[in-house]
């Protein structure tokens, strides 16, 4: 048994921002397949598409992409790596998919993981504006070079470094200590 089935009349699955229906699930199963990280069609459906096509898929201004599913008359959508993790384990992970290489269309199982929303957040090339990730600048009234990382809510600095190579990769050393294999 899976810790996530609820006992309920109809089973569902907690994911982490949305329960999805079994008979939902039930549908994406009998719908698609995983083929080398691809979503695939696992079966001959409407509009054309037939076993083995790719399924077509939106994507997010972050990178990410999501899938679509007619059933009943309605659209769902569902996020794409969640959909291959859960192909491929046959249970809705129960956190966060993570891409290992940063590579939001990288969806191949072995570059996926499950994390906490912390773990996600140090496994990111850029920041929340967009700009490349540096956790380091320089103090304009000394010249040195200040270096944080945030891990488990708390904030760990270094200051006083003297060249800007020093702190880049004082960085990368500080975040390989504080979150290990999510750096």
């Known amino acids: 048994d899976h810790p996530l089935w609820l006992s309920l009349d109809r089973c ?76 491929h384990h046959g249970a809705m992970p129960d956190g966060e998919i993570d891409h290992i290489n940063c590579n939001p269309l990288d969806d191949r199982v072995e570059n996926l993981r499950v994390v906490t929303r912390e773990q996600n957040m140090w496994n990111t090339e850029k920041s929340r504006t967009g700009e490349l990730k540096r956790g380091y600048w320089q103090d304009s009234r000394t010249g040195k070079y200040h270096v944080q990382v945030q891990c488990n809510g708390k904030v760990h600095g270094l200051y006083g470094i003297a060249t800007e190579d020093d702190a880049r990769i004082a960085r990368g050393k500080l975040a390989s200590q504080l979150h290990g294999e999510y750096t």
């Not at 039930?26 to 691809?38: L, M, R, T």
């Not at 037939?50 to 201004?61: T, Y």
Request: charged residues 20%; hydrophobic residues 45%; proline residues 3%.
């Open 12 to 87: 569902l699955i907690m994911v982490a921002m949305k329960i999805i229906p079994q008979d939902q699930l039930e549908a994406i199963q009998s719908s698609w397949a995983v083929v080398d990280g691809v979503l695939v069609w696992a079966r001959n459906a409407g509009g054309g598409k037939k076993l083995g096509d790719p399924v077509g898929f939106s994507s997010r201004k972050n990178g990410h992409r999501n899938v679509f599913l007619w059933r009943s008359g309605k659209l769902y959508g569902y996020v794409y790596a969640r959909i291959v993790w859960f192909l």
